[in-house]
């Protein structure tokens, strides 16, 4: 059995850093990881690629030769991808034996893991390949400055959640670059009835009944939390790798190893 990690969340969000880091992270405890290129966009990398999508299209090409928009042009190539996944995908997946882990960093497009259905037809066929599959939804924590916004955010994530059918873990990205890290750790246990004051403070009173709606959803569901992630600390980058592990079931088919000792040994 593989294991196969999805990178998702809006542009900008910061998927290819996190994957850089987490790269560097587990080369220094000694963890293999391989990091795949899904971005028909991107051409730089801070990672090296063990495959990259550019292999089968790229959004420059689409562009130019059948004259589409930047948005347009990336979800054609991801179609593309859809339409060769028997093809490029499995063979190379071929490439990596049992128990290997691959992290997938993914386009920015909400709508390529919201309601297009091309993700979810990835993440079917890697399942069908005998991948475990988890999805890690990044979120800039900057963009976390009021309940509102709080809120948008869970609903975008928890999208994700019922679009892709996978174990999530919701990450708030960029912790190092909050100034205030008090307004945010308010939105990381938060309770519903002060999530429902502000709400129905910042809103007109037509929308209370909404309010109420969304709150319950996220509350009483539990469906959507966060956790902060400081690329900084090594301990939170552990922690937040430890999340997606217990997530994926990393590990949990493997047989118990047991050390032999000599005899000199045991008797010391």
Known sequence: MGYALLV??????????YCSSLHQHCEATGRAIHIVNLDPAAENFDY???MDIWELISLDDVMEELGLGPNGGLVYCMEHLEENLDEWLSEELENYMEDDYLVFDCPGQIELFSHVPVLKNFVEHLQ????????????????????????????ASLSAMVQL?????NILSKMD?????????????PEPQTLLEELNQRMGPQFQKLNKALIE?????????????????ESCIQYVLSQIDNCIQLGEDADVKIKDFDEDEDQD
């Open 177 to 189: 670059l909050v100034t205030r890290k008090r307004d945010i750790e308010d939105y990381l246990n």
């Open 128 to 155: 069908r390949k005998n991948f475990n599959v988890c999805a890690v939804y990044l979120l800039d924590s900057q963009f976390i400055t009021d309940v509102t916004k709080f809120i948008s955010g869970c609903m």
């Open 8 to 17: 998702i969340g809006p542009a900008g969000s910061g998927k290819s850093t």
């Open 48 to 50: 090296p690629v063990a």
């Open 217 to 233: 959803l996220v509350d009483q569901y539990s469906r959507v939390c966060f956790v902060p992630l400081d690329l900084r600390k």
């Open 165 to 169: 059918e996978l174990p999530h873990v």
